[in-house]
């Protein structure tokens, strides 16, 4: 199994502002993924992130307003930015593919709340 | 294009019953299927997966099985408990990543 930790847990924000969430995992992936969780909702894919590689976004999701980056094996980080109200949800990193596993494993999740 | 859809939405049941969830999905191109379940304002825990060869996936009171020609799954929980309340989300895998349902909440009452 993977351990995957996430931060911040929770934040408020502020309309306008950004926020940078951090991922990190305890083995090397090559894919990590970026979900949100709406209120109610079920997860939807933002996007894969590949090391040394340029992040690819579902449909729905551009880079300027989720750059994501990903500057290594263990690490990731979504930037919610210009955020509003809209934006409020459960961000969530997930990655597979460890010990040649397909089994998806899922970070805590970061709650985002936008004023 | 995708699409999971789960039955029920919710489901209220007393301690010690055997009840079934359900899962469909519109394409049968699948590479697997994974039940998990989410806690509230939690992230998600993996509880099965199965590969599209195979028909069925155990692991202690939970068993999940597979019709990947008529895409449909079911996650059987016997002999409930107040512990296993919580929201079950599946999700399929074929040439994108991860598609979810929007989950069946499950309560389990003492």
């Known amino acids: 199994s993977a351990v995957i930790s996430q931060k911040p847990s929770r934040d408020i924000c502020q309309r306008g502002t950004s926020l940078t969430i951090q991922c990190q995992v305890d083995?090397?992936?090559?894919?990590m993924f970026w979900y949100r969780q709406q209120p109610g909702q079920s997860l939807t894919l933002i996007a894969t992130?590949?090391?040394?590689?340029?992040?690819?976004?579902e449909s729905g999701f551009v880079i300027d307003k989720f750059p994501i980056s990903r500057p290594n094996l263990t690490f990731s980080t979504l930037t919610v930015s210009n955020m509003s109200p809209e934006d409020s949800s459960i961000y969530l990193c997930?990655?597979?593919?460890?010990?040649?596993?397909?089994?998806?494993?899922f970070g805590p999740g970061t709650r985002l709340t936008v004023l | 294009k995708q699409e999971v859809t789960q039955i029920p939405a919710a489901l209220s049941v007393p301690e010690g019953e055997n009840l079934v969830l359900n899962c469909s999905f519109t394409?049968?191109?699948?590479?697997?299927l994974q039940w998990f379940r989410q806690d509230p304002g939690k992230g998600l825990t993996s509880l099965l997966l199965?590969?599209?060869?195979?028909r069925e996936q155990t692991s202690g009171r939970l068993n999940a099985s597979l019709d990947k020609s008529s895409g449909r799954s079911t996650l059987y929980i016997a002999a409930s408990q107040p512990g296993d309340s919580a929201t079950y989300l599946c999700?399929?895998?074929?040439?994108?990543?991860?598609?979810f349902g929007k989950g069946t909440r499950l309560s389990v009452i003492a």
């Open positions: 992130a590949n090391q040394g590689s340029e992040a690819t976004y």
């Open positions: 999700a399929v895998r074929g040439n994108t990543p991860l598609v």
């Open positions: 083995s090397q992936v090559t894919m």
């Open positions: 199965i590969q599209s060869s195979q």
């Open positions: 997930s990655v597979d593919g460890i010990a040649a596993s397909d089994t998806q494993y």
């Open positions: 394409d049968s191109a699948i590479y697997n």
